[in-house]
């Protein structure tokens, strides 16, 4: 698990996640002017109500875990490693977000729990650079 | 509705894998099953709708290249599992429009092996894992546990109803039994699903001529309705990277089915047997719900009393599903339309129906799209 990656790490797609140096990433989704849902990620036209005024919104890195299993084989296009958690992380902003979990064992996951966004490598490069996307962590219950 | 759409007749290429066999080969063969049978030569019908996702281009074109009838409107239609259905609803509706008065509609694939590449997974979707297919329905069926009273064991026992009725379909790609001990045991693709509850790519082609009916006789496409799945829906076939936190989406199948009920003017209650998708057993499950077989929230307790084994009060599957035939995408929906215009005729041998008259097939999968067709038979 990769907290704050080094410069030679490169993001999966840009406009995904913030690289914040503290390493305490974000995600960038879209807020909507019109209906004042969030969305992910972040597009030009809101997904929900067709409105066109949307601003850009970092997502709150804490949410709670809606959903989960665990992806045994390797999908089609992936090159990193199995297994790996896999699963729906509900944010306060009310939007729930299909994600990678860093937890890959379902039976030490249980609905609700708080999750962490951090940012995890996937593989690397031709170049050598260790390709991150977003995932999310187990969080210490802040109480 | 004004104009009544009667089934002609019905043609398929068995569902399994063939190696040396081409997609173009099977849905000639699906195509010439139905076109004899309907007794409709070259220049007998006015127009072409084939339904298939892995094909190329022009596919079905393609195949009426191959029979020599080319020149009529010949129309490919993709809309992930429910292409079959899709291109059903197409051909009903120029019939009843007044602008055909015969169609063939057919659908058919080659499927590779493995988790299903699909390019409505973007680049970067892949590169992270998240194009898994299975996992998408393994949250689904977490969500079904969750909220349904459904356990593995419930999941189990979809798999061993539709592969029991495979035993009695020559057509399908698995003919054996299975324990619901064998189910459990199979390999863990995606927690909770198991191997065996999750159905196979598959190959296979089908074929339904549709005509313009002066009276009601025969089998009548009663509704044919295609829907997507609402803006914001999370979970389900749709697998945006996020929606909203909203639990009262009505699901694509629920949308299609409540359009399909209207348009044919029957409830649940009216219908005998049922074909449905169970690309994995909870799907199957959950579509009790969603096409109002059951209430929702009651799929496990259905699935307890036997309602929809072959002696229940309706029957679903009887043709062993997907579960037992393997999916090839564009063929599903039409393979279902095929098996229930056989058990309104009285004539699908051991897996019939008794006095089955009206009839609901059921396709839903990636876009999310869903499809709901209901046939009547008239004896």
Same mark, same amino acid.
């Given at each position: ?143 | ?80 599992? #429910? /292409? %079959? ?6 051909? +009903?509706? $120029?019939? &009843? !429009?007044?602008?055909?008065?015969? *169609? =063939? ?107 313009? #009916? /002066? %009276? ?6 009663? +509704?044919? $309705?295609? &829907? !997507?799945?609402?803006?914001?829906? *999370? =979970? ?109 005729? %009285? ?8 006095? $089955? ?23």
């Amino acid at each position: 698990m990769s907290d704050g990656h080094s410069s030679s790490a490169v993001p999966v797609r840009e406009g995904l996640f913030t690289s914040a140096e503290d390493g305490s990433p974000r995600l960038i989704g879209g807020l909507c002017v019109a209906c004042r849902h969030h969305h992910f990620p972040l597009l030009t036209t809101c997904p929900y109500c067709s409105a066109e005024g949307v601003t850009e919104a970092r997502l709150s890195a804490v949410g709670s875990l809606w959903g989960w299993t665990t992806v045994t084989t390797v999908p089609p296009g992936y090159r990193g490693e199995v297994p790996f958690g896999f699963g729906v992380v509900e944010l306060p902003e009310g939007l729930r977000v299909i994600t990678r979990l860093t937890e890959p064992a379902p039976d030490r996951l249980e609905r609700g729990q708080p999750m962490r966004l951090v940012l995890t490598p996937l593989h690397v490069d031709q170049e050598g650079r260790s390709v991150v996307t977003y995932a999310f962590a187990p969080a210490v219950d802040p109480r | 509705m004004s104009t009544a759409v009667e089934v002609a007749g019905v043609g398929l290429h068995p569902f399994g894998r063939f190696e040396g066999t081409t997609v173009t080969d099977m849905g000639v063969a699906a195509v010439r099953a139905a076109l004899r049978e309907a007794n409709v030569g070259r220049g007998d019908f006015q127009a072409a709708f084939c339904g298939t996702v892995y094909s190329g281009v022009a596919a079905g074109h393609k195949v009426l290249g191959a029979l020599g009838m080319t020149g009529i409107p010949i129309v490919d239609v993709e809309a992930g599992c #429910a /292409s %079959g259905g899709a291109a059903l609803m197409l051909g +009903a509706g $120029a019939i &009843r !429009s007044g602008q055909y008065d015969t *169609v =063939l509609v057919f659908g058919m694939e080659k499927m590779p092996k493995g988790i299903i590449r699909s390019s409505f997974f973007e680049p970067w979707r892949e590169e992270a894992g998240l194009a898994v297919t299975p996992a998408y329905f393994a949250l689904r069926a977490q969500r079904l546990m969750r909220e349904s009273g459904v356990t593995v064991d419930h999941l189990a026992q979809v798999v061993v109803k539709n592969r029991r009725n495979g035993v009695n379909n020559p057509a399908a790609l698995f003919r054996s039994e299975v324990t619901a001990a064998d189910v459990l045991a199979s390999r863990v693709v995606c927690e909770p699903l198991r191997l065996w509850m999750l159905c196979s790519p598959g190959e296979g082609a089908a074929a339904v001529v549709l005509r313009r #009916a /002066s %009276g009601r006789s025969g089998v009548t496409v009663e +509704a044919a $309705a295609l &829907r !997507s799945h609402l803006p914001g829906n *999370v =979970l389900g076939e749709a697998t945006p990277m996020a929606g909203l936190v909203d639990d009262t989406f009505p699901s694509p199948t629920a949308l299609a089915a409540q359009a399909a009920y209207a348009e044919a003017g029957v409830g649940p209650d009216d219908l005998d047997v049922v074909e449905c998708q169970d690309t994995d057993a909870a799907r199957e499950l959950l579509s009790y719900e969603e096409l109002g077989l059951c209430a929702k929230g009651d799929a496990a307790h259905f699935l307890g009393a036997g309602n929809p084994k072959m002696s229940g009060r309706l029957p679903v599957n009887p043709s062993g599903g997907l579960l037992s035939k393997g999916e090839p995408l564009g063929a599903s929906a039409l393979g279902q339309v095929v098996e229930l215009v056989h058990q309104l005729r %009285g004539g699908a041998g051991p897996r019939q129906v008794d006095g $089955a008259r009206v009839a609901l097939a059921h396709t839903v999968g990636r876009g999310a799209n869903a499809c709901v067709v209901i046939l009547r038979g008239h004896p």
